[in-house]
């Protein structure tokens, strides 16, 4: 069994950064590992990911503003939020999935584990 704890979140000014780490513990593979987010109202949405091999993805809205990233050691993952935006806005989650295949194509792939969350603010 794979947990999966977040933090990093807090509220921050448009145009702010903010950095969520994941920390990774238990047993099994982790072929693809991920953040997700939720904004209250709308769909959970994929925002980035990496697998095992270190290809990464990103959700169109993100790219170019978010890093994700692995941590040293290798069980801790990162996001490297910058230039944040309002519409950022949500409950971000870690995932983690089994397989390397889960996140080779779609953003919105779907995981074996996930965190509890932690909420990302930016205000205008």
């Known amino acids: 069994q794979v947990q999966l704890v977040e933090s990093g979140g807090g509220s921050v000014q448009d145009g702010g950064s903010l950095t969520l780490s994941c920390v990774s513990t238990?047993?099994?593979?982790?072929?693809?590992m991920g953040w997700f987010r939720q904004a209250p109202g709308k769909e959970r949405e994929g925002v980035a990911s990496v697998k095992s091999d270190g290809t990464t993805n990103y959700a169109d809205s993100v790219k170019g503003r978010f890093i994700i990233s692995k941590g040293n050691p290798r069980n801790t993952l990162y996001l490297h939020m910058n230039n944040l935006k309002p519409e950022d806005t949500a409950m971000y989650y870690c995932?983690?999935?089994?397989?390397?295949?889960?996140?080779?194509?779609?953003?919105?792939?779907?995981?074996?584990?996930w965190g509890r969350g932690t909420q990302v603010t930016v205000s205008s």
């Open positions: 238990g047993s099994g593979s982790r072929g693809c």
């Open positions: 995932a983690a999935g089994l397989s390397i295949r889960g996140c080779s194509n779609n953003i919105n792939w779907q995981p074996d584990y």
